[in-house]
């Protein structure tokens, strides 16, 4: 590990007004992410995992108070202006939501939405942009990509849509991507293509992922690295072969005991 | 051995609106097409299959929830399909459901305690002191407190709500429960311990269950025998043992591959199952699965291939079933 990270998370704690104090969403998390690597993020509902993601993205509502660095190739995003910011999202980083049904606009077409991310940084002639639309759809597999542009998102089932998400994060080549939940709410075998999907992605690409889930089996599948975060805090970093051989937090352990595997008994937390 | 509910040829047709004036009959969704099976005294039935595959729709069907368009239900010797409401009414006392939203199906008007007890107020009984003591033992075995009866649900987390549900279940003290993706809302943690719950609820008060659910792993956890569900149809019985070891319908084959594997150690690349789930609306002719299926030839296309047995306790819907066997086709990680 003698490599630069991509990204450093030093010391980041983020809080929410609520009431007269105020909710520690996230406390002094520190991690990093390596070029190429998949780093998993692992833990239950409400343990802060998600607005960890958020506030790399800069997305947190204005309530949010930050502390801490976000350090992106050693600049420290939070101290960046609206702009920079903007210009770095563009063209390093991509993000996926959980939910493919809410996060693509109803009324566009997939072409549009997809066309939209590719022209927001770059002018280009139409026609251009939609043979890179068609690129992406193609890299995300997903079949007679050319008519599938004229499609609205309801004419796509989850899976199809999880894709095009994809293809909008893929846009502008980003070097880190930030993929939240991207197979929760879909079935088993539509899960594995996309996991599958996005290791290739990694392999072809050289892209880094964070992949946020609370499904300790997804992490067995396809991660490099995990975080397990339990009430907010980071509570352990490893390599996912250590990880599973040897969990150090009793909270791993537990999530690890309560995982039902096909092998045997679940052991309760 | 005797069979507590028998489903014979249950079929539901549902029918959607006319796309455009030209089309003279109404498209119809096959949700379930000749389903059967049997659960016994004391044993869970898991039903598993991928969202749409008519699984759901299946449970509602043995409550009458929903009126089949064909079959027959038996429950403890008592057709169902067709029964006098009150005649229905009576046989719920043995017949409940647990549902997957534990936020969506408590009322959140109504006190813990209302809601526990309403099983037993439609069968008639009255609000007594007796009946209050009964539901904070309930509370008690479901792992909650007496203290809670009076609360409403939206003080309690996803956890603690499902656990109403399950009280509310239990309370007429049925023989049979569905539960519907019961664990699916949960957390992992959270999921292990209701599981846990249910298998000592049934030990204890001598319950069958049929389990409907996504998860291979949780329903492995739970079923003595499984079922597998492919667009409305059953394509494979066995018991657990024989399910997760030698699976003979590809697409069970398929499932148990698609699962996440327990350890970064079996990771392997195995073979997907290409494309998705056909819509009911219109399902391929013949065997439902020989668009995505890789040992499809021209018979699949054709005939509908019947459920047979093919081990002792193993029934399999596939023209092929014989040539699926064997160690090539097992998945490694199981």
């Known amino acids: 590990m003698t490599q630069t990270p991509l990204l450093s998370v030093r010391d980041l704690s983020v809080g929410f007004p609520a009431g007269k104090g105020h909710v520690l969403a996230v406390d002094s998390a520190s991690f990093d992410v390596h070029p190429g690597e998949l780093l998993g993020v692992v833990g239950e509902s409400g343990s802060g995992k998600s607005v960890t993601a958020l506030a790399i993205m800069g997305l947190l509502p204005p309530t949010a108070q930050l502390r801490g660095r976000i350090l992106y190739e050693g600049d420290d995003m939070l101290g960046m202006s609206h702009r920079q910011l903007r210009t770095l999202r563009g063209r390093q980083l991509g993000m996926i939501f959980q939910e493919p049904m809410t996060s693509l606009n109803p009324v566009f077409t997939v072409g549009d939405q997809i066309m939209e991310a590719v022209t927001a940084l770059d002018h280009m002639s139409k026609k251009a942009a939609t043979d890179r639309a068609v690129d992406l759809l193609d890299k995300v597999g997903i079949p007679s990509p050319r008519r599938r542009l004229e499609d609205y998102p309801h004419q796509m089932s989850g899976g199809m849509r999880q894709r095009v998400m994809i293809a909008i994060a893929l846009a502008c080549s980003p070097r880190l991507l930030i993929a939240d939940e991207p197979t929760t709410a879909l079935d088993v075998t539509i899960q594995a293509q996309l996991l599958d999907l996005l290791n290739g992605l990694r392999e072809e690409l050289g892209t880094a992922i964070v992949l946020i889930s609370h499904n300790m089996g997804v992490m067995a599948e396809v991660a490099d690295r995990v975080v397990v975060m339990y009430a907010s805090r980071v509570v352990e970093e490893a390599g996912i072969f250590q990880l599973f051989d040897e969990p150090q937090h009793p909270y791993t352990e537990g999530l690890l005991g309560s995982t039902p595997d096909m092998g045997e008994q679940p052991a309760g937390l | ?334």
């Not at chain 2, 047979?308 to 086709?329: D, K, M, N, W, Y």
């Open chain 2, 1 to 334: 051995m005797t069979a507590l509910l028998e489903v014979e040829g249950l079929v539901k047709h549902f029918e959607t609106r006319l796309e455009n004036w030209l089309q003279r009959v109404k498209p119809v969704v096959k949700a379930v097409d000749n389903v059967s099976f049997a659960v016994g005294e004391r044993e869970t039935l898991g039903l598993v299959g991928e969202s749409g595959c008519g699984k759901s729709t299946t449970g509602r069907l043995i409550l009458q929830l929903i009126e089949p368009t064909a079959g027959a239900v038996r429950f403890m010797g008592t057709e169902l399909v067709g029964a006098d409401p009150r005649e229905l009414r009576r046989l719920r006392k043995n017949l409940q459901i647990i549902f997957q939203d534990p936020h969506a199906s408590l009322n959140p008007r109504m006190r813990v305690e209302e809601i526990i007890l309403e099983p037993l107020y439609a069968q008639g009984e009255r609000p007594s002191v007796e009946l209050t003591n009964y539901a904070g033992e309930l509370l008690e075995k479901v792992g909650l407190s007496k203290k809670h009866a009076q609360r409403h649900p939206h003080e309690f987390s996803g956890g603690q709500r499902q656990r109403i549900g399950i009280a509310r279940a239990i309370a007429p003290k049925p023989k049979f429960i569905i539960c519907d993706e019961a664990v699916s809302a949960l957390d992992v943690s959270v999921q292990a311990q209701v599981i846990n719950l249910l298998q000592d609820l049934q030990e204890e008060l001598a319950m069958s269950y049929l389990f409907i659910g996504h998860d291979l792993a949780v329903v492995k956890h739970i079923a003595d025998r499984i079922a597998v569900m492919y667009l409305g149809r059953i394509v494979e019985t066995a018991p657990k043992a024989r399910l997760y070891t030698s699976p003979r319908h590809p697409y069970t084959q398929a499932l148990l591959a698609s699962a996440p594997v327990p350890h970064p150690r079996l990771r392997q690349s195995r073979k997907r199952l290409h494309g998705e789930m056909p819509s009911p609306l219109n399902p391929p002719t013949g065997c439902h699965f020989h668009p995505r299926c890789p040992l499809a030839q021209d018979i699949c296309k054709s005939n509908d291939p019947v459920l047979r047995e093919i081990e002792p306790g193993q029934h399999v819907a596939c023209h092929f079933a014989e040539l699926t066997g064997g160690p090539a086709s097992t998945p490694a990680a199981l």
